[in-house]
């Protein structure tokens, strides 16, 4: 059954400055037993997926000088999606979930959420704890579960955040309603940036990813889906999990500079030159040390569109903290009313803050592009788990759609890939002519040249020869 006018898609549209009537355009086949939550978590992820569809439309339109072509969204394909790091198998293999380190564990007074999927926070948080880390996971869980039950649990919280860990008491209220969904500032003053007529909406479009984990990679990996040109770009000294890259890497090329190397410097600086869009998802001011603050970026760039994504939203004490998905839902009250029957937390049925705020934050790009079409100037977009999370809590009706009950495998496919085939799900984004996979698999992580894969005419390419042996580009 097909449905239309959904309140949450309005919402959502109208906080990325979308044009009210366009909204009509989008409908969606239900499904039954899709996210089940007591939190409206279908609604939220129906929506972002739906807003992202529509500004895909809205710009191929503008593009094409033709009507925006009718969206309609599965929510059997969006569920599927929103836990695509489950779906997921490499040669057959389940890749890893939480590490046994991060989880809720019992505090003196309450409970704690703590975070240790990677090396260095696993060790952070051992550390501040006063913990030896013995190497054995299973010595260890005890010996965590034994301290942190015999302190309060903001305590706990504050020591491992002061030695950069991540732990966070589990809040037993809702955060406050009105935190920003998204964001926009339209700053410098240039003409019109027209992107000529082409079969994808994203088609030509350079865009520089600076994310990591999940959010900022689902948000490019959309993307690239519809035709970009990301290009993802990591430190070399921070290493991420090679099974994360495999689920999000579709798309788009992988490659590894230090920005506080001259070297290495000057060739981000050339790619820079001749991006379109700048997609970061570290703390605020993280990246302002390497001249990557949004306003620095525009100074001598004025069509240049530059997102940021964060976990705790762009204001307040908790602005500069390190987050992710989990521990935002633990501090926000989500944890709280997901709680189960003997009063423990519980969680939502997807990591669905950050798949939402990712087709929020890809959405948020497609809108500016389209608007940077006519009115010209750089944008500047701010969205966090933060918001999507307050949204949730206070910002949607539930409103659960009819249909035959949820099966994944329509909405799966197989991709051979340098990680070995890939079983995983299928993009949920659609319009009319939209296409249903990625045009190609990740690559290995870091592994590609530090070069756009088309050089525009007139353009410096960037050094070409800093991947021998290892790259993968097409």
């Known amino acids: 059954m097909t449905h239309t006018e959904d309140e949450a898609t309005a919402y959502a549209w109208n906080a990325l400055g979308g044009r009210a009537e366009l909204v009509g355009g989008v409908s969606y086949a239900g499904a039954s037993g899709v996210l089940p939550a007591r939190l409206p978590v279908r609604e939220l992820a129906r929506a972002t997926v739906g807003v992202c569809s529509l500004a895909a439309a809205e710009l191929l339109a503008r593009r094409s000088a033709g009507a925006v072509p009718a969206v309609r969204v ?20 389940a890749p890893a979930s939480f590490a046994p380190l991060s989880g809720f564990w019992r505090a003196a007074d309450g409970w704690v959420r703590t975070h240790a999927n990677y090396p260095h926070h696993r060790s952070r948080l051992l550390s501040a704890l006063g913990l030896p880390d013995s190497g054995d996971d299973r010595t260890m869980t005890g010996l965590l579960s034994d301290e942190l039950a ?16 991540l732990a966070v008491a589990v809040a037993r209220t809702p ?45 490019s990996r959309t993307l690239a889906l519809l035709g970009a040109d990301v290009l993802r770009v990591d430190p070399p000294q921070l290493m991420e999990d090679g099974d ?15 920005l506080s190397g001259p070297e290495d410097r000057r060739v981000f600086e050339e790619l820079l030159g001749s991006a379109d869009v700048v997609l970061t998802g570290y703390r605020p001011g993280a990246l302002d040390r390497y001249g990557l603050a949004p306003d620095a970026l525009l100074a001598g760039r004025p069509h240049l569109i530059v997102a940021q994504l964060c976990a705790w939203g762009w204001s307040g004490p908790w602005a500069s903290r390190r987050g992710f998905d989990s521990l935002v839902q633990a501090a926000s009250g989500i944890a709280s009313v997901e709680a189960s029957a003997d009063g423990s937390p519980g969680a939502l049925p997807a990591q669905a803050l950050d798949h939402g705020t990712g087709y929020l934050l890809a959405a948020a790009v497609l809108r ?13 977009l701010r969205l966090s788990l933060a918001g999507t999370a307050s949204w949730l809590l206070h910002g949607i009706v539930p409103a659960p759609l009819d249909g035959e ?16 085939m890939l079983d995983h799900a299928l ?18 992580w ?26 993968t580009e097409s």
């Open 150 to 165: 015999a302190r309060p649990a903001r305590s706990v919280q504050e020591a491992v955040h002061a030695a950069g860990g």
């Open 74 to 93: 599965h929510e059997a394909a969006v569920a599927t999606s929103f836990v695509s790091e489950r779906h997921l198998r490499i040669d057959g293999r």
């Open 368 to 380: 500016a592009l389209t608007d940077r079409q006519t009115s010209g100037g750089g944008r500047h």
């Open 175 to 219: 955060i406050r309603a009105g935190i920003p969904l998204a964001e926009t500032r339209l700053l410098g003053e240039s003409g019109p940036r027209a992107l000529p007529p082409a079969p994808l909406p994203a088609s030509g479009v350079r865009v520089l990813d600076l994310t990591r984990v999940i959010a900022g990679p689902v948000a």
């Open 405 to 420: 009950a949820h099966a994944p495998r329509p909405w799966l496919s197989r991709t051979a890939s340098p990680y070995g």
């Open 244 to 258: 994360a890259h495999a689920d999000t890497g579709f798309g788009k090329r992988s490659t590894l500079l230090n």
């Open 427 to 444: 993009p949920p984004v659609h319009y009319d002519g939209a296409p249903r996979n990625w045009s190609r698999p990740p690559t290995e």
């Open 446 to 471: 870091g592994s590609d040249l530090p070069a756009w894969v088309r050089v525009r005419a007139g353009a410096r390419p960037a050094d070409r020869g800093r991947r021998p042996g290892r790259t």
